[in-house]
């Protein structure tokens, strides 16, 4: 069975930003960067340890201002909110046996739609297991994680997720549906693991000495979101949940296209991918992704 994507979660197949947008831009709006203009001091924050909420605040140009501000209407989830998106959501959800939990801020209602879109075309079985049970939107998490987590049987998304680059909403809401998702596939099958395990191991084996380009070795199809597709390899590659959590995004966003990239790689690089893809197919029920 294929299935369509949304333009919600469509848009991901493509670069970010385009050759115009310089890095120093996109360091700002690819991590939640908020600005402000207190009495002509042009300022802009951002995000440092979204785990804990910790930001950082800069002085800017007024260049600079105007850019990011230009960028941050294009790019973030629109501050319009409804309450009946989030009434659709959560009877959504419930119905399916996942619980919806706010934070104290208001969350945009497009947060809401994307939500229901995304889930909306996965496999029922895939929300409201044991290791899915609730959904937060808002408010921080603790430890390591900085944008989101999946706190068993919970799926966070912080205040940097729900008020940020709607692109990264949109791709942390599938990775940690799949941290969820794996937990259950390892759960339900044992050897997952060691399968998964495996194919982490052979590509390994072949990430080039420099991370600067494992990219396009390791792993050329990956999303650009946060820090873009390098920064993605690096923390997928010394980790199996982390890994898993990424192929079940790489999985639903690049579709039946992936199967096309996957036998453009090299036979070391392509048989761990392969094995990844069908393992995720499995686990889809046999539903791909147009």
């Known amino acids: 069975m294929i299935r369509a994507l949304p333009e919600s979660l469509r ?7 385009p050759p115009e947008v310089s890095a120093h831009l996109q360091g700002y709006i690819r991590f939640a960067t908020s600005i402000s203009d207190r009495d002509g001091v042009l300022h802009a924050c951002r995000y440092v340890s979204g785990g804990a909420g910790t930001i ?3 002085r800017v140009d007024a260049q600079t201002y105007r850019e990011l501000k230009e960028l941050i209407a294009r790019e973030y989830l629109p501050s319009e909110y409804s309450d009946e998106a989030g009434d659709e959501l959560r009877a959504f959800l419930s119905a399916r046996g996942v619980e919806l939990a706010l934070g104290k801020r208001r969350i945009p209602a497009e947060v ?3 939500t229901r879109e995304a889930y909306g075309i996965l496999p029922a079985e895939h929300l409201g297991h044991g290791h899915f049970r609730r959904l937060v939107l ?9 944008c989101s987590e999946f706190d068993d049987p919970d799926v966070h998304m912080f205040t940097f997720a729900v008020t940020g680059p709607r692109r990264n909403f949109a791709a942390l809401l599938l990775h940690e549906t799949g941290h969820a998702c ?4 390892a759960e339900t099958d044992k050897g997952i693991a060691d399968k998964l395990h495996g194919c982490l191991r052979a590509l390994r084996k072949r990430a080039p000495a420099s991370m600067l380009d494992a990219d396009t070795r390791v792993m050329p199809f990956a999303v650009d979101y946060l820090f873009g597709p390098a920064s993605r390899v690096e923390e997928v590659i010394t980790n199996v949940q982390e890994f898993a959590a990424e192929a079940y995004l790489l999985y639903v966003v690049r579709g039946v296209g992936l199967k ?3 036998a453009d790689m090299e036979p070391a690089l392509a048989e761990p991918w392969r094995t990844a893809y069908e393992i995720f197919k499995e686990s889809f029920g046999g539903v791909e992704y147009s």
Request: with cysteine; hydrophobic share 40%.
């Open 11 to 17: 848009c991901l197949r493509e670069p970010w930003f």
């Open 56 to 58: 950082i605040e800069e």
């Open 112 to 114: 809401y739609t994307t």
């Open 138 to 146: 808002g408010g921080w998490g603790h430890g390591a994680a900085r």
């Open 182 to 185: 794996f937990a259950r596939m």
């Open 260 to 262: 096309d990239a996957i």
